[in-house]
């Protein structure tokens, strides 16, 4: 796995993606599942139930693709830089309405967007040979 930046990267953003996901249940007690406004994770960044469970589904693909090989990470990398760079365009557009239903906030879609350039760099750029089967 250490000779795979996809894998690598897809075992180290899933292991933070689900963190995330868990420690945001935290700050939404309270918080409805779809509810534009939820609690503050880190005092920074604004999370909803919808929010931690999508972390944590986000957090599960990235983590399996990245323990399975390298043809996995490579594509899961790619399709979640993909959809978190649509998602940052998208944020840019919800946070303040009531189509916000992530409770997106400008540091989520900061955080989006920076997610999208390492996950697109990595998953576009390395292990261009991946078979499918090899470490």
Do not use: Q
């Amino acid at each position: 796995m250490t000779t795979s930046p996809n894998r690598l990267l897809g075992v180290i953003f899933g292991a933070v993606y689900i963190l995330v996901g868990l420690l945001g249940f935290t700050v939404t007690n309270g918080v409805g599942f779809f509810a534009t406004e939820g609690g503050l994770l880190l005092g920074l960044f604004e999370v909803n139930i919808f929010h931690n469970v999508a972390h944590l589904l986000i957090g599960a693909a990235l983590l399996l693709a990245g323990i399975s090989n390298k043809r996995a990470a490579r594509t899961a990398n790619s399709t979640v830089g993909f959809a978190y760079l649509a998602l940052g365009f998208a944020g840019l557009l919800l946070v303040g309405t009531s189509l916000n239903i992530l409770a997106l906030n400008a540091a989520d879609n900061v955080l989006h967007f920076a997610s999208a350039v390492v996950l697109l760099a990595v998953g576009l750029g390395a292990d261009k040979r991946a078979t499918g089967v090899s470490a």
